[in-house]
Nanobody
Framework: QVQLVESGGGLVQAGGSLRLSCAAS????????MGWYRQSPGKQRELVAA???????NYADSVKGRFTISRDNAKNTVSLQMNSLRPADTAVYYC???????????????WGQGTQVTVSS
């Protein structure tokens, strides 16, 4: 069974930094895209940063210059370094991967359980 497990959330003061990590485990044939989304109360889940299928990166405008996404294809992991955090970054952060399990015939979207990031002012 494929799982995405996140770690690294927590409470930080404005201006501080956090690093989120996500590891995909299980029998995986291939991972196409991988990234991070977030959702705060009353709002829709939104893209934060992600690697696309061609290896390029997409960032939300609100995090450009502050957040950096990285990926280790050999370990099936993706990380998000978050600097200069703001109270508006407070949300549950979800890891996402578009992948094909080993014995499956197609790619599908998988989500982690989410990790809380709280930025105090």
């Amino acid at each position: 069974q494929v799982q995405l497990v996140e770690s690294g959330g927590g409470l930080v003061q404005a201006g501080g930094s956090l690093r989120l990590s996500c590891a995909a485990s299980g029998r995986i044939f291939s991972i196409n895209a991988m990234g991070w989304y977030r959702q705060s109360p009353g709002k829709q889940r939104e893209l934060v940063a992600a690697f696309t299928d061609d290896g390029s990166t997409n960032y939300a405008d609100s995090v450009k210059g502050r957040f950096t996404i990285s990926r280790d294809n050999a370990k099936n992991t993706v990380s998000l370094q978050m600097n200069s955090l703001r109270p508006a970054d407070t949300a549950v952060y979800y890891c996402n991967a578009f992948l094909r399990p080993l014995f499956a015939g197609a790619f599908a979207n998988y989500w982690g359980q989410g990790t809380q990031v709280t930025v105090s002012s």
